[in-house]
């Protein structure tokens, strides 16, 4: 065999773990670092990218990265308790070990948007991905005009990453809008679906670039009415998911038209989806 | 490139110097023909007709070992691939299939199995004289005695063989057995042509397919989609036999502690396939899948690599247990343009 | 066959309104190929055919349909299929309602009654195919094979198709409308194949299977075929548990094999389509008679022939033979 086996995994050790929502399909982050030095330093992700995660003898899945290079030498994902993988997955505590692969995908494009206003728009577990630009945009706050962000879940207990929004809603230039389905009693914020907050909100489509990501009915209506305030399709960035075996472009499970999302994807911009036959499907 | 000639007196002292090298030839199973590996003291008859199971797991193994592991431990061996093989009478289609195919593996990032197994194999071809009812290799760029992907191509010219060498690898293997040769003179390559001219004849089938590539997208809600994929079961038969599919499936199989982690051929054509674990289908029904299996391989593909993913072998068409025709699709698909 | 009548009868039963289409076979694209073909109105059904070239069971769409989410506001189409059939065919039907598979008031069966089948393979053996799709008909006794303008008697002992030599039910055991008269059922053959395999010792069976199953690719048209596997949740499918591995081997073949063999134990209805379809030429038929044999002769039951029974797998008998219980 060649010396380079790109299917091959590295060994990361599982460092923290907590709940971020709860329920059968309950959301669980965990950070997880390499246990090989090389790896560690050479591993270099960008905001958007993903991973080949697993435990050998069970299999493997693709998982959102949901850290921004910028925090430091670990990954943290955050993982939906579905099939047999992540069933797996969830019994990972710290000390224990994950196989790592990657990464993945071409990435948000962030540095080609310096200067700009940056809106993002997500749903449910569709914050993942949209959390490492959240992060990155912080960690070079001069680069950017600033940032918003219009996050929503089907009830409090649904949204992922709670404890990070409130500081952020302080910082200057960095605002975040939380939303839920139906009021609860003790929930400060709005309530409602995050189509029609991203309207209320009615945010100028000047300068800015808005990433959406979550559940696909959120984001037809969502591109609905971005396109009502004004957005052009480049000013539309979101991520794609499908089935995916290998990760680099082989075993054509993920094909949406002629992409395949885990090369040419994860991330597109409206523009170039909206041609994507299989897109929305 | 050079042209010898076997007579066919020498075909099994030629068989005798090549078993001890891994060579596997065409053989029938039953009344299926595939390729399995010739043992010593056997001398394969190479007939007419192409063989049911196309060659293609010979460079991409219907299950293959990617690493083997303990469970509980982290240490990952892969396989190793290591011993050359010689790949006798494959068909001039099933090899341009292996180029079309080295394409996908080795865009972006090697893919190390597949282009291990294409390095360690000599392909030596054997031009058509019988095309079947369903070949339509001319129609894309093939033909009986096309040498692309070939290492060497012998021509059957009755009580001898031509051998064409193509690349070093085929000139390696004639000059192991060059005492049993002698130089091919300008008659039989006349010969040669004639047979080749006669065989390109006989090809019955054939698929238009200019503007496909460019007009697939603009048919994607065509009503022919759902006609076409009616009586379409989902087997994997179509794909699983055509020697340009290459999806698959990668999974861990554990039998005690000892464990692996392997791919097996996969099928576009499978509900699974593109099944979500929440249950969501993005292909939900035959229609989609059979649209994409065409997309695929006249569109998708073609807008990649710059190559239609077929080569005309007609296996899709001989084995559908409902008569789904490819030919016939793509016959629509050109009418509905 | 009177075809002009099978068309007839077929174009008044698709323009009725609680009728979607009608499922039945054509002229295939070359060769002996003959082409199921959905029906939806009445010219349509100038394309049918019913031929001894009509091999396939299209009791296999009933169940194949996929069921996508509808659109809010819209209704499902509740309108009935309907289906030719064979006598085979039929009990695939009548095995499907006594499961619950289907809904009796769902289908309209036209039945056809078969004088059997051809082997497509032995034919194109001794007559090679042509590009051009040939026409076979009944002709008393034996078929003829008309290509190119040429009429050749085909000896029915010669000819005819292996599950037919066995058929016990030609007519069909339901339906709502006959085309054609009854044909008198024939002398059944002995079933060689199944006693070819009984005869060998354990060894014997082993070494035979291994070589039959070791040929499996796993491409599941024999279970796609099957009118009976109609599972949504198919078991050899499941990953989570994965019962049989997705790995291509005689280990896992087998498991998948036998693992159809023992589901459809006293529901295979012996069409002999999962043997037609299967690419590596492996006699699953042997394997599914040899079950259906033994459910016969030690329960005396048979599938499929009666709408009212009782499932095979879901009953009991206190006096069930247990005999072979270990």
């Not at chain 1, 499908?242 to 040419?264: F, H, L, S």
């Not at chain 3, 026409?135 to 040429?150: A, H, P, R, T, Y």
């Not at chain 3, 159809?260 to 006699?283: K, T």
Request: some cysteine; aromatic content about 8%; hydrophobic content about 35%.
């Amino acid at each position: 065999m060649t010396a380079e086996n790109p299917y091959i995994p590295y060994t990361a050790t599982v460092e923290e773990t907590w709940y971020e929502t709860g329920g059968d399909r309950c959301i669980k982050t965990f950070k997880v670092v390499f246990d090989d030095e090389d790896v560690r330093t050479n591993w270099n992700h960008r905001p958007g990218q993903c991973a080949m995660i697993g435990i050998l003898g069970v299999g493997e899945s693709m998982i959102s990265i949901s850290c921004s290079p910028t925090e430091g030498e670990f990954l943290r994902f955050s993982v939906m308790k579905m099939g047999k993988v992540t069933q797996a997955l969830h019994q990972l505590e710290p000390g224990d070990k994950m196989m790592v692969r990657g990464p993945y995908g071409n990435s948000f494009p962030v540095d080609d948007w310096h200067g700009k206003q940056i809106l993002t728009v997500g749903g449910g577990v569709g914050q993942a991905p949209l959390r490492p630009v959240v992060e990155y945009v912080k960690a070079n706050r001069d680069k950017y005009a600033g940032l918003t962000m219009i996050y929503g879940a089907r009830t409090s207990g649904d949204l992922c990453f709670k404890g990070e929004f409130e500081e952020m809603s302080k910082s200057d230039g960095l605002s975040c809008h939380l939303t839920i389905d139906v009021e609860e009693e003790g929930w400060g914020h709005n309530v409602g679906f995050v189509p029609q907050m991203l309207l209320d909100l009615n945010p100028s489509p000047e300068d800015t670039i808005v990433i959406t990501c979550g559940p696909p009915i959120m984001i037809r209506f969502v591109l609905e009415n971005l396109k009502k305030l004004g957005f052009a399709d480049e000013q539309i960035y979101t991520t794609l998911e499908n089935r995916m075996k290998c990760g680099i472009g082989k075993c054509g499970r993920c094909n949406a038209g002629g992409m395949y999302v885990c090369k040419d994807g994860p991330v597109f911009s409206y523009a170039v989806l909206k041609d994507i036959p299989e897109a929305f499907a | 490139m050079s042209a010898m000639l076997l007579n066919k007196e020498k075909w099994p002292e030629f068989i005798g110097k090549l078993t001890g090298k891994n060579l596997w030839a065409p053989k029938l199973e039953g009344e299926a023909m595939r390729f399995a590996p010739v043992a010593e003291d056997e001398v394969p008859e190479l007939t007419d007709g192409n063989t049911r199971i196309p060659p293609k797991n010979i460079v991409f193994p219907q299950t293959e070992t990617m690493y083997r592991f303990q469970l509980g431990d982290f240490e990952m061996k892969e396989p190793e691939l290591k011993e050359e093989m010689i790949l006798l009478g494959i068909r001039p289609c099933d090899a341009r299939a292996m180029v079309i195919v080295d394409k996908l593996f080795s865009w972006d990032v090697d893919d190390p199995y597949y282009l291990k197994r294409r390095e360690l194999v000599t392909l030596v071809g054997l031009a058509c004289s019988e095309p079947g009812l369903n070949c339509f290799c001319t129609s894309l760029g093939g033909g009986p005695a096309s040498t692309e992907g070939l290492d060497l191509l012998m021509v059957d010219l009755g009580d001898s063989y031509l051998l064409e060498t193509i690349t070093p690898k085929g000139e390696a293997l004639v000059s192991e057995v060059s005492e049993l040769l002698i130089e091919a003179d300008t008659e039989k390559i006349k010969m040669k042509k004639k047979m080749v001219s006669e065989s390109e004849g006989k090809i019955k089938r054939s698929v238009d397919h200019k503007g496909i590539p460019e007009g697939l997208p603009g048919l994607w809600e065509d009503p022919l989609w759902k006609s076409v994929s009616a009586s379409c079961l989902g087997c994997g038969t179509c794909t699983y036999l055509c020697p340009t599919c290459h999806c698959f499936d990668i999974q861990d199989e554990t039998e005690g502690f000892e464990a692996r982690r392997c791919r097996m051929w996969d099928s576009c054509m499978f509900e699974e396939y593109t099944l979500h674990t929440s249950g969501h289908n993005p292909r939900p029904t035959r229609r989609e899948r059979t649209r994409n299996r065409i997309n695929h391989k006249y569109n998708y593909y073609v807008d990649k690599f710059d190559v239609i993913a077929c080569v005309g072998c007609g296996r899709c068409i001989n084995l559908c247990p409902v008569n789904i025709d490819i030919v016939e699709i793509l016959r629509q698909v050109k009418e509905a343009l | 066959m009177d075809l002009e009548q099978l068309r007839k009868t077929a174009a008044e039963v698709v323009v009725r309104e609680d009728v979607k289409y009608l499922i039945g076979w054509k002229q295939g694209s070359y060769g002996y190929r003959v082409a199921p073909v959905f029906v939806e109105d009445a010219s349509g059904a100038a394309e049918l055919l019913f031929s001894p070239l009509c091999t396939a069971n299209l009791a296999t769409y009933l169940t194949l349909v996929e069921k996508t989410p509808l659109p809010r506001g819209q209704e499902a189409d509740k309108r009935k299929v309907a289906l030719l059939v064979k006598g085979c065919d039929s009990r695939a039907v009548t095995q499907l309602i006594v499961e619950h598979g289907i809904n009796r008031d769902q289908v309209i069966v036209v039945g056809c009654p078969c004088p059997g089948v051809v082997d497509t393979e032995k034919l194109a053996e001794k007559y090679p195919e042509q590009g051009k799709p040939a026409e076979v008909e009944w002709n008393g006794e034996n078929f003829v094979l008309l290509c190119d303008d040429k009429e050749t008697e085909l000896p029915r002992d010669q000819f005819l198709a292996e599950k037919c030599r066995l058929c016990r039910h030609p007519n069909p055991v339901i339906s709502d409308i006959t085309v054609g008269e009854p044909v008198e059922p024939w002398t059944l053959a002995d079933d060689n194949g199944v006693e070819e395999i009984e005869g060998k010792n354990l060894e014997e069976r082993q070494a035979y299977w291994e070589e039959q199953f070791s040929k499996c690719i796993r491409c599941y048209s024999c279970r796609n075929v099957c009118p009976l596997c109609y599972c949504q949740d198919c078991i050899l499918d499941r990953l989570n548990p994965t019962w049989v591995n997705r790995a291509v081997n005689f280990s896992e073949n087998t498991a998948f094999n036998i693992a159809r063999a023992f589901h459809l134990a006293g529901r295979c209805i012996e069409c002999g389509e999962c043997e037609r379809v299967c690419p590596a030429n492996i006699p699953l038929g042997k394997l599914n008679r040899k079950m259906a044999r033994e459910v016969r002769d030690k329960y005396g039951f048979e599938p499929g022939v009666d709408p009212e029974a009782e499932p095979f797998q879901a009953s009991f008998k206190p006096d069930d033979p247990e005999d072979f219980i270990l």
